[in-house]
Each structure stands twice: as C-alpha cells, then as structure tokens.
C-alpha cells in the first residue's frame, strides 16, 4: 500500500532479452527500441544498465522488485506473443511459475498472435486450460517470418474469431498495446479508432487500451467517454508521473476531459516493471493532482485521494470483476509481507547482480 491505499499494477514483465532467445533479425532492434525507451524515461537513480535489463530475468526477481522494492500488493503478469523471441519476450512458463509460487499476489493474461489464424485459436485455448487467465494480451504487429505484418481490432476474419473464442473461454479483458509503435513499422495499426467497433460487437468483453496517453490523445479520450466497456492502463504514461510531470499532467488531463467522472471510473495503474521500476511512478502518482487554475479554466474533475484509490485499484476489479479484497487478506501474512516488515528493499537490491545496477 501506499498512503494507506491499496495497489494493483496492471502489467509487468519478466522480459528474456537474451541473444539466446532471439528469433529473427527483429529481436535486436526491439531490445534497443525498449531499452532505449526506458532509459529515456526511468527516474533518476531508477535507470537499469543495459547488461542487467538486456538478459532472461527470472519471474522471482520481477516480483521482488514489484512487492519487496515497491508499495505494489497485486501486479498483473502479460503473457506476451512477440515471436521475434522464441518464448514470445515474457513466457507462459514464467506465468504457470508465478501463479503456482504467488497464486494470490499474480494474476495471468494469456497472449497470442491473431495473425496466426487457427493456431492462435488452438493456443489460445491451451493457455486457458493451463492459466485460467482474466484477460487476453495482443500486440497490432505479427513478427513471424520475415516481414511484420499488421492487424486490426475490427477486421471480422482475424480479430472477431478470437474475441468470441476469449469470451466463450471466460476471458472478461482483452488488452491489446497500442500507441507506441514498436519500431520502424507503420503507425495505421498502432491507432486506437479500430477498438470502436470491437466495443460495439462484443459489450460484454472489456478492451484495456495499454499505454493509453501516450498517443492519439484526444481519440482515446471519446473512446472512455463513448464505450463503458473501454479502459485505459497507464503502463508507460505513467512513467512520465515521475520524470516528465508537465507531459503527465497534459496526458491525464486530455484523458478524463470528455468523459469527466466516468473516464475516471476506468483508468487502471500499471508500470510495466520490471521495464520501469514502480516506486518512483508510486511516489509520484500519490502527489499528483490537476492544478486548480486548470480545474477552473477547463472544467476538470480534481484528482483526489479517491480517486488515486480507483486508478490504483478499484477500477482493475470493476474490470475484470475479481474480489480483490479476498486477495488482499489472503497476502497479509505471506512471505512478501513478513520480508516488507522490514522496510522496502533498496532498488534493484533483489536482482541479478550484473554490471552496474544504476547510472
């Protein structure tokens, strides 16, 4: 908890950036690319070197940084089908380890790729069996073979066959990233107008928009303000909480401004750690509030300690309609908790000890 308030982190990642794990030649640019990225944005002291990010991180030291380095209770793990990789980036080995190790703290997104056809169908299925998944995670980009290739949340061959197979299997989310393009590839597929008509043919699945703020700004804001079974996660935005305050402001401000308090009903916290280290992103967010000149000029609904208490957990259960609170009591006294009794551990204290752990 942090300021008494309870924290779910809607995704974060055991990334295997090792050579090894390299599929084809678009592995290494997507290293640079996140990398990149993430150097760019950490907090000052919070900066990974490129030997401890760019390697097979374990899920035990990914959920170290989340609950023994943060004020994290709950976090969210994405399996991830980005086949430029050969386990897909963040594996569903990893997944099935955490879920068996931390059942209460973990919760799983199973991951495929569309573009796949009747194979992501079939593993689709086969994770479901295997995890018992919440949400299903997508990427708008195939990297199988030797182009990459798009697709859409509205095409009825690709995209509407699994959403009905997700739903038909109890997913209640489907999370798909967009707005930052993953490298030299076209933008059409990173929009987020194709999630309209997804909305309106399957209302009873949740579509997550993950890094939802960091682009095509004003169009996801309508989409909260239009589709009750649209959200947003902050992962990556909310990086920008602690080392660029002004382009969060403008972020959050542009998100909730159509849809006011309803907007604010389904923004959900997420990190991405262990890509970025949540403390700081915490730390930030629990300041954070609209100035009141804003609030005056643009008719915005402030940010209060309410509110930070449905972005950092209340509205993930409104999503998914999981009993959050059982998860809560049942964490109290596990190992985590006994280890936070001594105060949060340093950063980066819990991992793999490789090259320099800050710059």
């Known amino acids: 908890m942090i300021d008494g308030l309870p924290v779910i982190d809607a995704v974060i990642h055991a990334y ?4 090894a794990n390299f599929a084809n030649r678009f592995a290494a640019p997507l290293c640079d690319l996140v990398y990149g990225s993430v150097a760019a944005t950490a907090s000052a002291g919070y ?24 004020d994290t209770d709950l976090a969210v793990y994405h399996v991830l089908p980005i086949f430029s990789f050969r386990d897909g980036l963040c594996s569903l080995d990893k997944a099935l380890e955490a879920q068996r190790r931390w059942p209460n703290r973990i919760i799983s997104y199973c991951g495929v790729d569309p573009m796949m056809g009747q194979a992501a169908l079939d593993e689709l299925e086969r994770q479901c069996e295997l995890l018992k998944p919440i949400g299903l995670k997508l990427y708008p980009n195939s990297w199988v073979g ?20 997700a739903q038909k299997l109890g997913i209640k989310v489907v999370a798909v990233h967009k ?4 490298g ?9 107008n194709d999630i309209d008509r997804a909305c309106m043919t399957f209302p009873d699945l949740n579509f997550e928009i993950v890094h939802g703020g960091m682009a095509f700004l004003e169009e996801t804001a309508w ?13 990556i935005t909310s990086a920008l909480a602690a080392s660029r305050p002004g382009a969060f402001l403008h972020a959050m401000a542009a998100l909730v401004g159509p849809g006011g308090d309803h907007a604010l009903d389904r923004i959900v916290w997420g990190t991405g750690a262990m890509a970025h280290h949540p403390q700081p992103l915490l730390e930030a967010f629990s300041r954070f509030a609209f100035p009141n000149e804003l609030i005056e000029r643009v008719g915005l609904t402030q940010i209060t300690r309410e509110t930070r208490r449905k972005i950092l957990f209340d509205n993930y259960a409104r999503m998914t309609g999981l009993d959050l609170h ?14 936070r009794k ?14 320099d752990a800050r710059h």
Not at 16 to 19: G, I, S, V
Not at 326 to 339: G, T, W, Y
Request: hydrophobic share 45%; with cysteine.
């Open 16 to 19: 295997n950036m090792d050579p």
């Open 47 to 70: 900066a990974p070197t490129r030997a401890q990010f760019c390697r097979d991180w374990s899920i035990e030291e990914t959920a170290d940084q989340v609950f023994l380095e943060s």
């Open 146 to 165: 030797s182009d990459i290739r798009g697709w859409k949340m509205d095409d009825p061959e690709i995209a509407f066959p699994l959403f009905a197979r």
């Open 223 to 235: 989409q909260l303000a239009r589709f009750p079974n649209v959200y947003v996660n902050l992962e």
């Open 179 to 182: 707005a930052l393009p993953l």
């Open 326 to 339: 059982k998860r809560l009591v049942a964490i109290a006294h596990d190992d985590f908790a006994a280890a």
């Open 342 to 355: 001594a105060g949060r551990s340093v950063a980066f204290s819990t991992a793999r000890k490789i090259g």
């Open 184 to 192: 030299p590839v076209e933008m059409e597929h990173y929009k987020v």
